[in-house]
C-alpha cells in the first residue's frame, strides 16, 4: 500500500477517495479537508474568535488540534456532566491537550461542572426531568455551549461532528420524515436572536478518520463511548450506514452531502413556526430565569435544573438577550430524533 502522494508506505486507506496515505500526507488530507468545509460552507473567517466544546474524544481534539494548526485564535471548552468515572476521565484527556498546546498556541480551557456549578448531574437530572439521559445531555450542552460562547465574547462555536455523525442524524430524520429538523440539519448555523455562530468543521471527515488523524498526530484521546449512550438509536444508524459504506464506498457521503446540495432547503421552516424542542412554538422571548432565548416563559434548560433540584451559580447574572426579531423557529435546536 503506497502513499497517493509521495508513493512512501500509507498506513491508511479510503476507499471513498480512493487514496492511501502516509502519515504526513493523511494529516495534510485532513487539514484539507477542515479547510474545505470551512470554506465551502462559510463556516469562520481567520480572525474569528473560536471557542471549541470538547468532550476529550477523538473528534473534538482532533478539530480544536486541525484549527489551531490552520492558524486559528480557538479555545476550549469542556463541560462535566457528572456521568461517574466516565466524566472524570474524559476530563482528563481535555485538560492534557489544553496544557500541551498552552504554550506556543495560546489555547486555554474554559470549565464547566454541572454538579459543582448547576448542583445536578446527567443521570439524576434526566431521571427528575423523565427524559432520556442524551436528551437531559443534550439540552444541557446545547444551552450551556450558547451561554458560553456568548458569555466569553467567541465569534463562533464549533462541536466536533463528524460525517458519520451528520449521516446517523440524517438518515434518522428520514426514516421518520421529520421534516421540521430536516429543515435545520446544516454544518452552520448562523448567529441569530442571542444565539451564538455554530459550526462543524469535521462533516468531510469520518469517525474513522479522526481517530487516525489523533493516532498520527499523538493526540491521547478517550475511547470509550458514554455508558449512558448505549442502545442509543444513532448507534444502530451509524452501523446500517457503516454496511452500506462497506459494500458501497462514498454512500454516506453522497447521502449527506447531496441532501445540503438538493434537499435542506426544501424543508426550509416556515417564518413564525416551530422551536428547538417543539413543545411550545410560539415567540422567542428572554427566559425569566436566566435570559436565554426561549418560547416559554422559562427555558427548558432552567426547567431541568430546577426539577433536578439543583440552581444555576450565584454569579451569574440573567443574561439580558436583545432579540432582534420576536418569533420564529429557534435556529439552534440540534436535529435528532
Ligand atoms: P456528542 O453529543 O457526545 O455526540 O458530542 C458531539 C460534540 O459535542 C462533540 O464533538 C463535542 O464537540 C461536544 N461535546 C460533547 N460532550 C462534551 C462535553 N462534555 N463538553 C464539551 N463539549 C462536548
Ligand atoms: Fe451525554 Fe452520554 S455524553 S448522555
Ligand atoms: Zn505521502
Ligand atoms: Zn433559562
Not at 480544536?64 to 466516565?86: F, N, V
Not at 434518522?172 to 429538523?181: A, E, K, S
Not at 462543524?200 to 478518520?209: G, I, Q, T
Amino acid at each position: 500500500m503506497k502513499c497517493r502522494v509521495c508513493r512512501g508506505p500509507a498506513v491508511i486507506d479510503l476507499p471513498r477517495h480512493n487514496a492511501n496515505f502516509c502519515p504526513e500526507h493523511f494529516t495534510r488530507f485532513c487539514r484539507d479537508q477542515v479547510e474545505r468545509a470551512i470554506s465551502d460552507f462559510d463556516m469562520m473567517q481567520p480572525e474569528d474568535r473560536i471557542l471549541v466544546a470538547v468532550s476529550g474524544g477523538k473528534d473534538s481534539l482532533a478539530v480544536w488540534d486541525l484549527l489551531l494548526g490552520l492558524g486559528y485564535a480557538a479555545d476550549g471548552l469542556y463541560i462535566g456532566l457528572g456521568i461517574g468515572d466516565y466524566s472524570d476521565t474524559s476530563g482528563g484527556y481535555a485538560r492534557r491537550f489544553a496544557q500541551q498546546h498552552a504554550e506556543p498556541r495560546g489555547a486555554k480551557l474554559i470549565e464547566i461542572d454541572l454538579v459543582d456549578d448547576y448542583g445536578y448531574d446527567i443521570p439524576g437530572g434526566a431521571r427528575a426531568a423523565r427524559r432520556t439521559p442524551c436528551s437531559a445531555c443534550g439540552l444541557s450542552k446545547r444551552h450551556l455551549f450558547d451561554r458560553a460562547a456568548l458569555d466569553g465574547g467567541y465569534d463562533v462555536l464549533v462541536t466536533g461532528h463528524n460525517l458519520d455523525d451528520e449521516a446517523a442524524v440524517l438518515f434518522g430524520n428520514v426514516l421518520r420524515w421529520q421534516t421540521d429538523y430536516l429543515g435545520r440539519q446544516r454544518p452552520v448555523l448562523p448567529a441569530r436572536d442571542g444565539f451564538p455562530r455554530k459550526v462543524k468543521p469535521l462533516v468531510r471527515l469520518s469517525e474513522r478518520e479522526t481517530a487516525a488523524y489523533c493516532i498520527v498526530s499523538g493526540i491521547d484521546y478517550l475511547v470509550d463511548e458514554c455508558p449512558m449512550s448505549a442502545g442509543n438509536k444513532h448507534l444502530g444508524y451509524k452501523e446500517a450506514l457503516n454496511e452500506i459504506e462497506v459494500r458501497s464506498p462514498g454512500s454516506k457521503a453522497d447521502f449527506y452531502f447531496s441532501f445540503l446540495r438538493r434537499a435542506v432547503d426544501r424543508f426550509a421552516p416556515e417564518p413564525g413556526t416551530g422551536d428547538a424542542d417543539r413543545a411550545d412554538p410560539g415567540v422567542l422571548a428572554p427566559c425569566a430565569r436566566c435570559g436565554s432565548p426561549t418560547s416559554t416563559e422559562v427555558c427548558a434548560f432552567c426547567r431541568l435544573v430546577e426539577r433536578a433540584g439543583g440552581s444555576p451559580p450565584d454569579d451569574t447574572p440573567a443574561r439580558p438577550v436583545t432579540l432582534g426579531r420576536r418569533g420564529g423557529p429557534d435556529p439552534t435546536g440540534t436535529p435528532s430524533p
